[in-house]
């Protein structure tokens, strides 16, 4: 796999490949740890409906751009080994939405109006079937060490809950995260 095939668009499935989700993961990681406050994150200047639109688009355009502007900070992690991880996954469920700035005041603009946290924490969009033919979409996100406690805030301001912790949820790709990655 070359380092373009990471962000290929069309992988939403919460099946993706290990060795994809394993390098979206060790990438987000790399770049958002290697930022040094809020101010560094490119906020998200997106309106909601666009994460409606065409999400995969989106997180796989942001993810080459990432990718290309780190080429000096490749991540070093062996296929076989965990990522660690100094910061916390989250999840946005955008279907879930209010988009009432509730989170973006709790956290000091760690979230925007729409509760998005900034694209550079973006690492992969999932769509999962669920029983009787519903699905329910959703945005994996790496939060950095340095923003954990702000996006604590902002969660704990959100009260349709379209914002939550990875490790509090249980959508498909948590087990996969998991064994991908330990705590550092």
Known sequence: MNDWDVWERGQTSPLI?????RLRIAESVVWC????????CRPSRFPQNLL??????????????????A???????????PIFVPGRFMLHFPDENLTDGAAEIGSEGFFD????????????????ELRHH????YLLCYV??????????????NPEECIVWLDRSDVAVRARVEALTRPA
Do not use: M, Y
């Open 17 to 21: 490949a290990d060795e994809v989700l």
């Open 33 to 40: 740890e290697s930022l040094a406050a809020l101010a560094d």
């Open 52 to 69: 409606h639109d065409g999400p995969d688009d989106l997180v796989c355009s942001i993810g080459r751009e990432r990718q290309s502007a």
């Open 71 to 81: 080429r000096h900070r490749k991540p070093t992690t062996a296929s076989e080994e």
């Open 113 to 128: 109006v729409w509760n998005l946290p900034p694209i550079d924490t973006w690492v992969s969009f999932f769509s999962e």
């Open 134 to 137: 519903a699905s329910q979409r």
């Open 144 to 157: 950095p060490s340095w923003a954990v406690a702000r996006a604590d805030a902002g969660i704990e301001w």
